[in-house]
């Protein structure tokens, strides 16, 4: 019975993301939009980094494992840059100024990064909630509303870029959303299947350190040169505030 009822608080979380789906359809497609998005992510995806994974990752992993924690971040990193080659709609040369269309496809990449990484840390988060729920069900339920807080906004972004982007294919658009929506989910059905209630701490951590270097690799090399360049400026500062008060005000309830 405490079984199930940890992995319903993981399909919770989901619908956390699907409100942030809701409030970005009601978002007007302007470029101060894009600019307001963008600087959000950066701040927002910086600040989990900071406040949530970088602390989880060495907790998990200890001092001593920290020679784990430097390589999976790394590999995470490097994995996305190998990966980046691979995703579809994406305009590499950056010498010129992008077109509507190249922008467009840009947009969309940094879309399905996001969507990638994301999904490999909700898949992680959810089986640390489950795993916490199994033993304690309020404690597990405190970390779920936390971490759908943080949910919200990420789903606005996701939902945004991919919106925003070349959305031809609308399979492919809605297979990222559905995947992001219930990967929490299946991070808690892994060990509810196994019928596992605790998991190895140096394997969570090394799964959340290989997340951190993926969104390592998003913030540096594909939202911050688009921050950097945006035309309006106070957009893009009210987008970096907004995103560091809302995890930072967030960490207080997870």
Partial sequence: MRNNLALFITFLLGLFIIIGVIIAFFLKKKSKVLDFIFAFAFSLLVML???????????????????????????????????????????????????????KENITHIGLLATIALIIHNIVEGMAIYLTSCNDISLGLIMSIGVGLHNIPLGIIITTTLNMGNNKKPVKYYACLGSLVISSFIGGLIPYLLNINTVNDTIIGSLLALTLGMLLYI????????????????????GIITGFLILFLGSFVG
Avoid: R
């Avoid at 913030?219 to 035309?231: D, S």
């Fill in 49 to 103: 980094i900071i406040l949530d994974l970088l602390p989880e990752a060495i907790e998990h992993l200890t001092l001593k494992n920290i020679h784990l924690f430097l390589i999976f971040s790394m590999l995470g990193l490097l994995l996305f840059k190998l990966l980046d080659n691979f995703i579809p709609e994406h305009s590499v040369n950056t010498d010129h100024k992008l077109n509507a269309k190249e922008e």
């Fill in 219 to 238: 913030i540096i090399f594909e939202l911050f040169p688009k921050v950097i360049k945006t035309k309006d400026k106070k957009i893009t500062f009210a």
